[in-house]
């Protein structure tokens, strides 16, 4: 099976098992495992930050950052197909109380004019802006990478009005790939930026959240409140390092493949790709124009052996990582254009 559902799919390379089952290892609880330090201090380092914390996943990455940096009836401001809006299973309204201001946007991604204009303004019977996230990529929305000069100008509005400002870097390193912007400008000034783990780099568990050291003692005192503490850690940790070492320049390729499947489908009859699809290793495109649902989509595709992922009633996502190669990518074109000209030819 040629497998686009995510880039969350990859299994362990044999090089990286080697790596987990070498590792150094103590107890992370009490800062005394020397893998897990090194891969805190290696992404602190990346992204230009003070210090980080090793976390489970980065949904826990974003609930601490918001449980830092917020109070209960705060308002937190992301775009509305934003991961922490809509499949976090509303931690930060659940745990830290936080209400969501979720801004409309084409793809991901919002201008500095709608950040500063959903800044509500200081009342009694407001909400308490406190924190806006970025995510660079974009999940839901095929991949967006957000513009340096955008983030700067979010950052430095939050800023003066006294909002903090948080990266969502689930993708950040396919931004990276994209644009050649190093990960430390992408998330420089930010209060605080984490990078995943489990996703392009395809290590087995785990992603970094970062930021001054300041925060990342606030952040570990909600990592053991909420049970993600860890003893032997070095073992994941070692796969974050062993990622970081032989994992990152192949995401230059997994963009490619991502625009080179869009371009293999591009004029497939009944389906609407956006300009500017796939700026990263995510190519979103909708199959409305067929009259089928994506689940429907998606479900003919798997029985030709793609795996593709339905988002909302229309939108198809396929989403390319380590263990796609250009001769599945080309597979996979063909299968979705066939089933495209099937249900065309159809439709009549
Ligand atoms: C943009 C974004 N943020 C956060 C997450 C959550 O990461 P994790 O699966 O490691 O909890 C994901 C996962 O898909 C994501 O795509």
Not at 73 to 85: L, M, N, P, R
Not at 193 to 214: Q, Y
Not at 257 to 277: Q, S, T, V
Request: aromatic share 4%.
């Amino acid at each position: 099976m040629i497998d686009l559902f995510s880039d969350t799919q990859t299994r362990p390379t044999t090089g990286m098992r080697d790596a987990m089952a070498r590792a150094e290892v103590g107890d992370e609880q009490s800062d005394s495992d020397p893998t897990t330090l090194a891969l805190c201090e290696r992404v602190a380092d990346l992204l230009g930050q003070e210090a980080g914390v090793f976390m489970p996943s980065g949904t826990m990455c974003n609930l601490v950052a918001i449980l830092v940096q917020t109070r209960p009836g705060d308002e937190i401001i992301v775009d509305d197909q934003s991961h922490i809006y809509n499949t976090e299973a509303a931690g930060s309204a659940a745990i830290g109380g936080v209400s969501v201001m979720a801004l409309k946007t084409p793809a991901g991604v919002y201008t500095p004019e709608a950040f500063a204009a959903a800044i509500r303004p200081s009342a009694r019977t407001a909400p308490r802006s406190a924190l806006v996230s970025i995510e660079q990529t974009t999940s839901f929305s095929g991949g967006s990478v957000w513009a340096l000069p955008d983030m700067r100008r979010i950052r430095d509005i939050a800023h003066e009005r006294g909002l903090r400002a948080h990266i969502d870097g689930a993708r950040l390193l396919n931004a990276v790939a994209a644009t050649g912007i190093a990960a430390k400008d992408y998330a420089q000034g930010f209060d605080s930026a984490w990078i995943d783990l489990s996703k392009g780099l395809g290590c087995p568990v785990g992603a970094v959240l970062c930021g001054t050291r300041a925060f990342i003692a606030e952040a570990w005192r909600w990592k053991y409140r909420l049970g993600g503490a860890m003893r032997q850690s070095g073992i994941l940790a070692a796969a974050g390092l062993y990622a970081l070492d032989h994992h990152v320049d192949q995401l230059v390729r997994d963009n490619a493949h991502a625009a080179l499947l869009r371009d293999r489908i591009a004029g497939a009859p009944g389906l609407a790709i956006d300009e500017g699809a796939a700026q990263s290793n995510i190519l979103c495109f909708s199959v409305e124009p067929l009259g089928v649902t994506a689940a429907a989509f998606a479900q003919a595709c798997l029985a030709e052996g793609v795996r593709v992922r339905a988002i909302g009633a229309h939108q198809i996502r396929a989403t390319t990582h380590l263990e796609v190669d250009e001769p599945s990518i080309l597979r996979a074109a063909e299968v979705i254009r066939a089933e495209a000209e099937r249900l065309s030819a159809r439709a009549g």
